[in-house]
């Protein structure tokens, strides 16, 4: 109940008042729950309605989009699982949670060696709120009231991205890609280059899993515009660093380092910044400093989340976040090592190539569309058959085909994004083009 003082300063004289707003229609009278049971016949039901899903572990899997399965070092859950680390929670207390903070620490580490940049956070929900932070970062850096993307975005990032930008009164204004190579046109972005843009926003690899082979150049477009590059981390094991083209602010999805596809998720933001923008940056860093005997202790610094300073001096309020997760890609990265990531991006690059070539000697399609160097994903277009009656057809063969992009991309005609890794095998590829053919 709520207390008569209470309603005397709303202004109220029933608790019912507080839910005018509500139309009566969508108001719920009472819940029609069955009656309770117990836990054997609980357990027995809810088996029953989880076995109607079909995971991966039964389908040959190709979607991809920005979740992807990847081979997993058993190691990686065994950490995880360890009492000290297994939370996501602010490690608030640091002399209480040295290994997490730790841990933490060299996660920061390893992506600032792969990114090439000077300070990582730890970290964001996911790439798309990544994506809003780094917008929200921009405007800080520089007002305005337009942020250029690439048009070859997730569609899902674009709409947290809108959603982020709304607070602010700003808009997105998308640079078109090239019809040949998939890769963005520069010519475009040149074009949209103004005093009122704010940030400059591009992904490597891009959506259709292309490579942005002359994104060196944009650095010298966008001149003091805060440049934002968003990347797979695989891909960095082989491609130059975001660093070494000019960007100021790096994100991610730190998804493919350690973590399964589970319902889309878990996720792990990434973010890297240059040191001259650290003040900028959203959520909290991990330093490295003594303790009052001289031994080396960690702790959180740089706290600019709004639980920790005043919600209007804040730079985000994310809080509560993907630790866990951080602490699963520091896991991988340090069980894997720099020669195994290279080995496993290379042959990430591979076996798309020999996906799509194999696909291409089917009559009627074209794998890959894009004339350009792709890392682990790519556009296949279908010429006369509907991308979703092939869906259907390639699920009822056990396989789960990729993203049908004619939905979001209709200039691409009927087209799927299709990705691979290094757990797809040959057996594999052969079923897919088996049944894209038609074969029995």
């Known amino acids: 109940m709520v207390p008569k003082k209470i309603m005397e300063v709303l202004g109220i004289k029933s608790v019912d008042e507080l839910f005018d707003e509500i139309p009566p229609e969508a108001r719920i009278d009472r819940l029609t729950l069955p009656d309770g049971i117990g836990e054997i016949e ?254 080396t202790a960690y702790c959180m610094t740089l706290q600019t989340r709004e639980q920790h300073i005043r919600r209007d001096k804040a730079t985000s309020n994310i809080c509560t976040n993907e630790a866990l997760m951080a602490v699963a890609a520091a896991a991988y990265l340090a069980s894997l090592g720099k020669r195994k990531l290279i080995e496993i991006s290379s042959e990430n690059v591979r076996k798309a190539r020999k996906f799509a070539e194999k696909i291409s000697t089917i009559d009627g399609f074209k794998a890959p569309l894009f004339d350009a160097h792709h890392f682990n994903e790519f556009v296949m277009r279908s010429g006369e058959a509907s991308i979703e009656k092939i869906s259907k057809r390639l699920l009822s063969r056990g396989i789960h085909g990729g993203i049908c992009l004619n939905r979001d991309f209709p200039e691409l005609g009927e087209s799927m994004l299709l990705a691979v890794s290094e757990l797809h095998t040959e057996e594999d590829f052969d079923l897919f083009v088996s049944a894209l053919g038609g074969d029995e």
């Open 42 to 295: 609980l357990e027995r039901e809810v088996t029953r309605i989880l076995g109607k899903n079909r995971t991966l572990d039964e389908l040959r899997g190709f979607l991809g989009g920005g979740v992807y399965r990847h081979y997993i070092p058993a190691v990686v859950g065994e950490i995880l699982s360890r009492s000290e680390l297994y939370t996501a929670y602010t490690p608030y207390q640091a002399e209480a949670s040295q290994g997490m903070l730790q841990a933490l620490f060299e996660y920061q580490s390893m992506i600032a060696e792969l990114t090439g940049m000077d300070a990582v956070n730890s970290s964001m929900y996911d790439w798309s709120t990544a994506l809003g932070e780094a917008a929200l970062m921009c405007h800080r850096i520089k007002r305005g009231d337009r942020f250029l993307i690439g048009r070859a975005v997730s569609p899902e990032r674009k709409a947290v991205l809108r959603t982020y930008l709304k607070g602010i009164g700003a808009t997105i204004d998308e640079i078109p890609f090239e019809g040949s190579t998939g890769r963005v046109s520069l010519s475009a972005l040149k074009e949209r280059i103004s005093d009122d843009v704010f940030g400059v926003y591009l992904e490597n690899p891009n959506y259709f899993g292309i490579l942005e082979e002359d994104i060196g150049e944009v650095s010298s477009i966008v001149g003091e515009i805060p440049f934002v590059v968003g990347t797979n981390p695989l891909s960095l094991a082989i491609v130059k660093p975001p660093s070494e083209y000019g960007a100021d602010i790096v994100i991610g999805e730190g998804h493919h380092l350690g973590m399964p596809p589970n319902f889309g998720g878990p996720l792990l933001g990434i973010f890297a910044t240059k040191k001259e923008h650290i003040r900028k940056m959203p959520g909290r860093i991990i330093g490295m400093t003594t303790d009052v005997t001289g031994r």
